[in-house]
């Protein structure tokens, strides 16, 4: 996180406003991060600006780190 800014947000930050013009219609976008990432504004974040839902799958401490894996992809509708 060090060499990614105060958050260790830096390249993500660049990368989630363009996440629904890179991801297909039935693309899924992984995200491997720290505690400090602030996974909850991540997944506000690419929820309001792409309709994603995003789903945290896996927490665990590494050490002094507190890692998270969150899962974001299009919402689908329900089928009939």
């Known amino acids: 996180a060090w060499a990614g800014g105060p958050d260790g947000r830096v390249v993500v930050d660049r ?17 491997l991060g720290v505690r400090e990432n602030r996974p909850d504004e991540l997944a506000a974040q690419v929820e309001a600006q792409h309709g994603m839902r995003a789903e945290l799958i896996a927490e665990r401490r590494a050490q002094n780190e507190r ?13 009939a």
Do not use: T
């Open 67 to 79: 890692l998270f894996v969150m899962r974001f992809s299009r919402s689908q509708p329900a089928s």
């Open 15 to 31: 990368l989630l406003p363009d996440l629904g013009r890179l991801l297909s219609a039935r693309g899924v976008f992984y995200l």
